[in-house]
């Protein structure tokens, strides 16, 4: 028996059995050849920016052998880099300039005044034992119950003088003896040290402040003041000699002996193919795996979109390679992700966050782990909720709220781990300054999406909100040239919403979709019933040409196509001018053409497609189907007659195969049949008739 062959399935064989593993199934759009290699140029520009690095590594290092016995060339005074770097990160540990708070300040002079005023009400009810601010000792209880109203005064104002000029000198978190210690010294004009008026003001002070600091670190002057001793400090120089010994081959290379080499320029600088080709690799994989998530979540994805998604992977990455180490993840992947998750959906908008996360490069100037999770949090918060917003003032409030919790949450989590998520303990006016940079990049994102949408055919729910409005230029046009068409498209919006409801799709576009179906027949308004006045001849009559009608009934299909252009309509949008009548007949003009020529083809009238390719299209085309039967029906028609009359439409459909393709399965399509009906009920409801009293005649 012959060993049977196995044949290995191609990509593209792997490709649609992976995309037709969904359900409910969808057709992918295929993207054209100029496409498919942009995206692939794309792809290959993000992975070498994320790459760029390892493409420029010297290819000597202290700690390594030396590959060759070096000398100097000449005389030089070369700087010890190290030394440098190294002092450096000294004066960064131990320089740092402290400014008065001036809200602690406040804080702390109301708690001495507090305490101030509990001793006071202690000395009037001395006798009872009352518990105070401090101890009191037996002379101290004497001198608080013996002392005048002027030696009262004189002695709050004691206290409050050295409270203001410790506090004007910088109060540190001392012990509770020493800050005793210190308060006395500024109550000397108050007597003996251990008298008991400057004792109690001593222990007042001490008790008031213990635990408290009102001073502040302040970045710009830490580091203005790093600066100034960095260059008043003589830099680290290390004197060369022409013939010098700089390293022997074989013997490992010391620091100064690099500075050295690479003074002289034997330090050569090539790519490091091993961490090149990984990060080379992972780059071009994470753009491939983004864009593969995105098609099959999203098979009506279009090629600009997925540049949208590389060319914003590329942005961000040039920009963490030209803004190193100043980089912030908040600032540099929210804005992205609310962008495509606003006009792609929530799970394109993750895909993308995914991976920029993914090549993020390793943490700098003390963006730990802690921060990068939090930005990647922040981010899928605003891919979650970016699908929901209904107008742009919700996602202007959004891009105040983002930065806040983003704020907040850095704040409480980098200090709780005492600054172990990063190189540096946080600082609230840094971390103040990434979140307005990460609220100033959302404003610019939102101000920029209706560029996106218009240049890249993204359809926001925002967008399609605006679409929706009656007072649109087009929809205005076809209300006023053919209100007989405008009445039938709002009775099918009513019929395709509930729908779409019923199963769950979009039931914003299907709106969208259906007001803006037949906007075709602006072309020849009178060449359709619905606009045709009463007495009229129809001009089909006219014509007397069953071939030049279905022309004319395919061309408002053509018509509506071409003003969707003019009219910069989104695809999405536009998908439901030829969708909604599909490939169906033109059933009376192919019997009028019969009866003249029995031959005639019924190729010829049938509209040129496409069929419906998604759930909304295949509704709308059974609500365009079901409408004008169902407002026909006589006022005493029975639900269940209803029900017939709608479930033969829709059999019609199917069995033409008109519905193959939009995904719609059989339980789907029996929920819209009732929500149809239930529309129809809602329609046909009867009034009470009211009186209407005669009137009265006039004389000729």
């Known amino acids: 028996m012959p060993a049977s062959v196995v044949r290995l399935p191609t990509l593209n064989r792997l490709w649609q059995s992976w995309l037709s593993s969904e359900s409910p199934r969808r057709p992918v ?126 002695w709050d104002m004691a206290i409050r003088r050295a409270s203001e000029r410790m506090l004007s000198q910088g109060l540190n978190n001392l012990a509770l003896e020493q800050l005793q210690e210190a308060a006395s010294i500024q109550l000397a004009d108050l007597g003996e040290r251990k008298g008991p008026a400057r004792s109690l003001s001593s222990k007042l002070l001490a008790t008031s402040y213990q635990g408290s600091s009102n001073l502040r670190t302040d970045p710009a002057l830490s580091q203005r003041l790093i600066e100034e001793l960095i260059t008043k400090q003589d830099l680290p120089i290390i004197e060369v000699r022409r013939g010098d010994l700089i390293t022997s081959k074989g013997e490992p290379i010391s620091p100064r002996g690099y500075a050295v080499l690479n003074h002289f320029g034997l330090v050569s600088r090539g790519p490091d193919w091993g961490p090149w080709l990984s990060r080379f690799s992972t780059a071009l994989a994470g753009c491939g795996v983004m864009l593969l998530i995105m098609r099959r979540e999203r098979p009506c994805l279009e090629a600009r979109h997925g540049l949208l998604a590389v060319g914003l992977l590329l942005i961000t990455q040039v920009s963490k390679l030209w803004l190193v180490p100043a980089v912030s993840p908040l600032a540099l992947i929210v804005p992205p992700t609310l962008i495509l998750a606003q006009g792609l959906g929530t799970s394109c908008g993750l895909a993308w966050m ?259 390719r998604s759930r909304e299209t295949g509704v709308l085309m059974l609500a365009d189907g079901c409408e004008a039967c169902l407002r026909s029906l006589p006022p005493n028609t029975s639900d269940r007659e209803a029900h017939y009359t709608v479930k033969r439409i829709i059999e019609e459909r199917q069995r033409d195969g008109q519905l193959r393709k939009s995904s719609l399965s059989r339980a789907e399509v029996e929920l819209v049949r009732r929500a149809f009906v239930r529309v129809w009920r809602r329609m046909r409801h009867r009034r009470i008739p009211y009186p209407i009293p005669a009137r009265k005649g006039f004389p000729d």
């Open 29 to 154: 759009l295929r993207w054209s050849m100029p496409y498919k290699a942009a995206l692939l140029l794309s792809c290959f520009a993000v992975a070498i920016i994320s790459s760029w690095p390892w493409l420029f590594q010297p290819n000597l290092s202290p700690g390594l052998p030396a590959p060759f016995e070096a000398r100097a060339p000449r005389d030089a005074r070369v700087v010890d880099t190290e030394a440098h770097e190294q002092r450096r990160s000294q004066l960064v540990q131990s320089t740092f300039v402290q400014v008065i708070d001036q809200q602690e300040t406040t804080r702390l002079k109301k708690q001495l005044e507090r305490n101030l005023a509990e001793l006071e009400r202690v000395a009037r009810n001395i006798d009872t034992g009352r518990i105070g601010p401090v101890n009191l000792s037996a002379e101290e209880q004497i001198w608080l119950k013996t002392r005048s109203q002027l030696e009262r005064k004189r």
């Open 354 to 612: 995914a991976v920029e996360s993914l090549l993020w490069p390793m943490p700098v100037n003390g963006l730990g782990e802690g921060r990068m999770m939090i930005a990647c949090i922040v981010a899928a918060v605003a891919a979650f909720y970016a699908g929901r917003l209904r107008s742009r003032a919700q996602l202007l409030q959004m891009a105040f709220l983002l930065p806040l919790a983003a704020l907040l949450a850095e704040w409480l989590l980098l200090s709780a781990g005492g600054g172990t998520w990063g190189r540096f303990t946080p600082n609230f006016s840094e971390l103040l300054s990434e979140a307005l940079l990460m609220g100033i990049l959302l404003m610019l994102a939102i101000l920029l999406t209706p560029i996106l949408e218009t240049s890249f055919g993204l359809l926001t729910r925002a967008r399609l909100l605006e679409l929706a409005d009656q007072e649109r230029p087009l929809l205005r046009r076809l209300s006023s040239e053919a209100p007989g068409t405008f009445e039938h498209t709002l009775m099918i919006c009513g019929l395709a919403e509930e729908g779409a409801r019923a199963i769950g799709a979009d039931v914003d576009l299907i709106r969208t979709g259906a007001l803006y179906h037949d906007v075709g027949k602006l072309h020849a308004p009178k060449w359709f019933i619905e606009n045709q006045i009463e007495g009229e001849e129809n001009p089909h009559e006219q014509l007397n040409n069953p071939h030049g009608s279905a022309e004319v009934l395919q061309a408002h299909v053509d018509e509506g196509l071409k003003l969707a252009r003019r009219y910069r309509l989104p695809r999405r949008v536009a998908d439901f001018i030829p969708e909604h009548q599909g490939t169906l007949k033109m059933g009376y003009f192919l019997h009028r053409a019969r009866e003249l020529d029995p031959s005639a083809a019924e190729k010829n009238f049938r509209y040129r497609g496409p069929i419906p």
